[in-house]
């Protein structure tokens, strides 16, 4: 009888390690594996956030953007751009790239403004042109850093970097004003 119980004890024993053996291969989750899994939740919930963050600034993109206004001077400004950027924390403001603008005078006379980068604001139509900035006027070329429109005061300040030239003339200057009423 002592060996049918010691056969007996040996076989819960087996079952019993094998059970441990089992539950541990098939149930137990690793701490490492469930360090990763968390990892990786946490990577994806970035990457999600990153892709949401991401859309909701490329949901303000416009392209091919063309502002058309008119003062009762009768002057007309077309500032049209091959994409924008609505600035949500400033909603009158917009970021524009690749920029071309004109001012059509009532006598006919055109300004034209090409730069990089602008900063239009809706409300009185100021324009900031930045980068790469040429203005066109007459027989007259000026090339700068920095074109600022103020319809409000009915001028036009060309900064930083100024190069002027015409017919009869080249000049740097650190800044050069236009007198939209005056056309001087």
């Known amino acids: 009888m002592n060996k049918k119980k010691i056969v007996q004890f040996m076989l819960i024993v087996f079952l ?4 441990i053996i089992f539950y541990k291969k098939y149930f137990q989750v690793d701490n490492k594996t469930l360090k990763n899994k968390k990892e ?3 990577n994806n919930e970035k990457i999600n956030v990153t892709e949401i963050d991401k859309e909701k ?14 003062d009762l001077l009768g002057n007309t400004y077309i500032l049209s751009a091959t994409s924008a950027e609505i600035i949500m924390e400033e909603k009158d403001n917009v970021n524009l790239f690749d920029v071309e603008g004109e001012i059509i005078q009532d ?4 300004i034209k403004i090409t730069s990089d980068t602008a900063k239009y604001n809706r409300q009185n139509n100021n324009t900031l042109f930045k980068e790469n900035v040429l203005v066109l006027y007459g027989n ?3 090339r700068a ?5 103020d319809f409000t005061k009915n001028s036009i300040e060309i900064l930083e970097n100024v190069h002027y030239t015409n ?18």
């Not at 600034?57 to 008119?70: A, F, G, P, R, W």
């Not at 006598?107 to 055109?110: A, G, H, L, P």
């Not at 850093?145 to 429109?149: D, E, G, M, R, T």
């Open 140 to 142: 007259q070329t000026i």
């Open 167 to 184: 017919e009869n003339l080249k000049m740097f200057a650190d800044i050069v004003e236009i007198d939209l009423l005056k056309n001087k």
């Open 107 to 110: 006598n006919d006379e055109k």
């Open 57 to 70: 600034k490329d949901s303000n993109i416009i392209q091919n953007l063309k502002y058309v206004s008119e």
């Open 40 to 42: 990786n939740k946490i």
């Open 145 to 149: 850093n920095i074109v600022k429109i």
């Open 16 to 19: 019993l390690l094998l059970t």
